[in-house]
């Protein structure tokens, strides 16, 4: 299993007031997550997380199978989710 983030929509504002909208590449660093910005830029808007979850083919195998371990990555998604968007 791997996991990846990214954040999208991070809105940037600089001493001359001008607004920069930009996104980060997905990584997949553990969180918290640091986003260097320049001296002299503030956030506007924090941005949007994005979460992907992928699954190596090997891990099921080649057969279809109910993934019962589906509620366990949801509430720990839901969790990383949570806590990414107290972060100020």
């Keep these: 299993m791997v996991s990846f983030a990214s954040v999208e929509d991070i809105q940037l504002e600089n001493e001359m007031g001008k607004i920069t909208v930009a996104s ?6 553990p969180p918290p997550y640091y986003i260097p910005i320049e001296d002299g830029w503030h956030i506007k808007k924090k941005g949007k997380i ?3 979850v992928l ?5 099921f195998g080649r057969e279809f199978r109910t993934v019962d371990s589906l509620d366990f990555f949801s509430a720990t998604i839901l969790k990383v989710v949570e806590s990414l968007e107290n972060v100020s």
Excluded at 24 to 29: D, E, I, S
């Design 24 to 29: 980060t590449w997905a990584c997949v660093q």
């Design 50 to 52: 994005s979460v992907s």
């Design 55 to 59: 699954f190596d083919e090997a891990v």
